[in-house]
Antibody, heavy 119, light 107 residues
Framework: QVLLVQSGAEVKKPGASVKVSCKVS????????VHWVRQAPGKGLEWMGG????????TYAPKFQGRVTMTEDTSTDTAYIELSSLRSEDTAVYYC????????????WGQGTLVTVSS | DIQMTQSPSSLSASVGDRVTMTCRAS??????LNWYQQKPGKAPKLLIF???SLQSGVPSRFSGSGSGTDFTLTISSLQPEDSATYYC?????????FGPGTKVDIK
């Protein structure tokens, strides 16, 4: 079983950037494919991007292209998502999750990180 | 992008009732359809993958069916702990997309 533990809540001003971490345990980062999903308050779930195992590269949802960067540190088994040019609509809980044997099917989830964007 | 719709948006049912909710994709996604349960303040939980396969540890009262564009999640006998929002999600093509959810309340 993959265990995912995320960093704590963040408060940022509009225009700033935020970086959220996701520590993987139970498996190494090289053995899993990490994805990021967010949920604005009272809203639904939105996929932001993740590792495409077939291509071996990270794919971003078009909505976030150019504003989001997903990286990994295999020495610490920690994945990161950085979102720049923050606006109020980016206020949300950000979740990391990992694929099962099927890409895009997510059984393990982090606890979520609330990012609040406010002036 | 593949658009996912769900109906109803909410429902209220009694303990022991059979509950059915539907999910529709804007184009055929074969059986690349997952169902998640989410309770307030918690991460989503995978219930059903590949349209009809029950995730390990999920009670057998949950079942899924369908293929192509139309899918169904059924709770055969509603329990108090099933109060939650249920989301369908397609993993057929990127960008992966979710439906808007069906909120289930207990009468």
């Amino acid at each position: 079983q993959v265990l995912l533990v995320q960093s704590g809540a963040e408060v940022k001003k509009p225009g700033a950037s935020v970086k959220v971490s996701c520590k993987v345990s139970g498996y190494t980062l090289t053995e899993v494919s990490v994805h990021w999903v967010r949920q604005a308050p009272g809203k639904g779930l939105e996929w932001m991007g993740g590792l495409n195992p077939e291509e071996g590269k990270t794919t971003y949802a078009p909505k976030f292209q150019g504003r989001v960067t997903m990286t990994e540190d295999t020495s610490t088994d920690t994945a990161y998502i950085e979102l720049s040019s923050l606006r109020s609509e980016d206020t949300a809980v950000y979740y990391c999750t990992t694929d099962t044997s099927v890409s895009g099917t997510w059984a393990s989830w982090g606890q979520g990180t609330l990012v609040t964007v406010s002036s | 992008d593949i658009q996912m719709t769900q109906s109803p948006s909410s429902l209220s049912a009694s303990v022991g009732d059979r509950v059915t909710m539907t999910c529709r994709a804007s184009q055929s996604i074969s059986s690349y359809l997952n169902w998640y349960q989410q309770k307030p303040g918690k991460a989503p939980k995978l219930l059903i993958f590949a349209a009809s396969s029950l995730q390990s540890g999920v009670p057998s009262r949950f079942s899924g069916s369908g293929s192509g564009t139309d899918f169904t999640l059924t709770i055969s006998s509603l329990q108090p702990e099933d109060s939650a929002t249920y989301y369908c999600q397609q993993c057929y093509s990127i960008p992966f997309t979710f439906g808007p959810g069906t909120k289930v309340d207990i009468k």
